[in-house]
């Protein structure tokens, strides 16, 4: 069984929205750090947005003012939602928790145990 699952991916034209989903067991859902990260083709994976438990979010520059990263607690799911895309935002998208406190940004890759299979975000200009 998969420990994360991502959903939401999609093709959208600049200036649109999608929302990404990462859906997690509980013990993570509870006690982890999530983030979201992305990877273009010929680039390397790079942070994007992080939440800890305690609700406190941090931002890559690049995005802050157009993507929320917020937790779902009811249904145990992290959420990506992304505004005023554009055609650099074009990617694969991956979720990813770790068990220690998500920490300065931006967080170290490394220390996340786990990641989704990532979901496709295209954005055309």
């Known amino acids: 069984q998969a420990q994360l699952a991502e959903s939401g991916g999609g093709s959208v034209q600049a200036g649109g929205s999608l929302r990404l989903s990462c859906t997690a067991t509980a013990y993570i859902f509870s006690h982890y750090c999530m983030g979201w990260f992305r990877q273009a083709p010929g680039k390397e994976r790079e942070a994007i947005a992080s939440?800890?438990?305690?609700?406190?979010?941090k931002y890559w520059d690049s995005v802050k003012g157009r993507f929320t990263i917020f937790r779902d607690n009811a249904k145990r799911t992290l959420h990506l939602q992304m505004d005023s895309l554009k055609p650099e935002d074009t990617a694969m998208y991956y979720c990813?928790?770790?068990?220690?406190?998500?920490?300065?940004?931006?967080?170290?890759?490394?220390?996340?145990?786990?990641w989704g299979q990532g979901t496709q975000v295209t954005v055309s200009s």
């Open positions: 939440v800890d438990t305690d609700g406190t979010t």
């Open positions: 990813a928790a770790r068990a220690v406190f998500c920490g300065s940004w931006p967080p170290d890759q490394k220390q996340f145990n786990y």
